[in-house]
């Protein structure tokens, strides 16, 4: 039987800490595996889809793996219905990977519905008051199995970044670790089904993360998870808790970063030793309007001078809105009318925004350009080094890069 996941360095960035690897992830039903290459962004389809794209248009952006939630569908349509129909991939109809949150993101996004002990979570429903879920780790990881994703997190309990506890902070890293235990014990009759990745927390206390790291190394995951962050602290806080985090990861596994899916912020975390990561930025932002282009910046095509532009998105982009010659004018026209039509072609050109972004990261890794890939791309996104950000330039003096 094949292992669920293999993870191969295949190019190392030989002034940074990025690599391009080749995932390859077992299909839990059958033996057939996924291959992707590392770096990668996961869009983010929260209910088993994307609003407003069929599944199969998400594969035409190029997309091989993508995150739905393990509470969302626990409680919507339920994770019984979900394996009654042969598990996600067939119940969405999706023949690539996936990735299930623990439900841990919503102890943050939900705080005011929830309450956390060591035994685990218990939420009130979003959707009906009265209903309530209880998840325990042990749970959190049984409707992971019940969902049938390739790659499953374990339960974490998570606290606000922007929170000023540190007591808190600690409790819930170790309580963490604990709660990795009790879903590794709960996931043995599946580890050669799927792949249970753990979750460093740890706030913005270095020496806590470290910590949190060592002890989940030792327990020799298929590949390890950086949560906690991206949740409105400040980014230069934010940088220094990835690097510090990644400087104590082994190099054969997977390094995902949870919640990060701007364009410069991927890049400098992908010089910093990422794999992975994940967002509904891309998703979210084209249904304000907006569409990303070269360099990560937004255009917003709500603005009147898009009402006479005819030209497509981005000359240069090769995704099915481009290459069909729907013109910012038109999309406008559907933005400002509210169609629902200028956000599903927003959608997938932004998707693939992120994907064609991934690819020139890892070329750029390949050929031994990727500094100057970080240089130039910086240099266009914000016109000046005068203007780079705090975050931006310490990130560039952990990495040794002299712009």
């Avoid at 929260?46 to 569908?73: D, F, W």
């Avoid at 912020?265 to 010089?271: G, I, K, N, P, S």
């Avoid at 990727?370 to 952990?398: C, D, G, M, R």
């Amino acid at each position: 039987m094949s292992k669920p996941l293999s993870f191969s360095v295949t190019a190392v960035c030989s002034s940074t800490r990025a690599r391009v690897a080749h995932l390859r992830l077992k299909q839990p039903d059958c033996e057939r595996m996924v291959d992707i290459e590392t770096p990668v962004f996961m869009p983010v389809g929260t209910n088993g889809t994307m609003k407003g794209i069929l599944p199969s248009q998400v594969e035409a952006t190029a997309c091989r793996l993508m995150l739905s939630n393990t509470y969302h569908l626990a409680s919507r349509p339920g994770s019984d219905v979900v394996e009654n129909a042969g598990g996600l991939h067939k119940f969405m109809n999706w023949p690539h990977a996936l990735l299930t949150d623990s439900g841990g993101f919503q102890m943050v996004s939900l705080s005011k519905l929830m309450e956390v002990s060591e035994d685990g979570v218990t939420f009130t429903s979003p959707y009906d008051s009265n209903k309530m879920l209880s998840l325990p780790p042990e749970k959190a990881t049984q409707i992971q199995h019940q969902i049938g994703a390739n790659i499953i997190m374990q339960l974490d309990d998570v606290v606000s970044s922007t929170a000023n506890d540190e007591k808190r902070f600690k409790e819930a890293t170790e309580r963490t670790i604990r709660w990795y235990e009790r879903c590794k014990e709960a996931h043995k009759c599946r580890e050669n089904e799927q792949n249970l990745f753990p979750i460093i927390q740890g706030g913005l206390d270095a020496d806590l993360r470290r910590k949190c790291a060592d002890e989940i190394v030792a327990r020799d995951p298929p590949g390890i998870a950086i949560g906690g962050l991206s949740g409105g602290e400040e980014k230069e806080k934010f940088i220094r808790m990835v690097a510090c985090s990644t400087e104590s990861l082994p190099d054969d596994k997977p390094r995902y970063l949870m919640g990060v899916g701007f364009a410069v912020d991927m890049m400098l975390c992908v010089a910093l030793g990422c794999d992975m990561f994940d967002c509904v930025y891309p998703t979210r932002t084209a249904r304000f309007g907006s569409a990303l282009i070269e360099y990560g910046i937004s255009l917003n095509l709500k603005s009147a001078k898009m009402a006479e532009d005819f030209n497509v998105i981005e000359s240069e982009c090769n995704c099915v809105v481009c290459q069909s010659g729907y013109s910012r004018a038109y999309i406008h026209h559907l933005v400002k009318s509210q169609n629902t039509v200028g956000c599903h072609l927003l959608t997938q050109h932004n998707i693939r925004f992120q994907m064609r972004f991934m690819e020139k990261i890892r070329e750029s890794i390949r050929n031994q350009e990727f500094e100057n890939f970080i240089k130039k791309t910086l240099q266009n996104h914000y016109s000046t080094k005068e203007n780079y950000p705090i975050w931006v330039q310490t990130a560039l003096k952990l990495l040794n890069i002299n712009t």
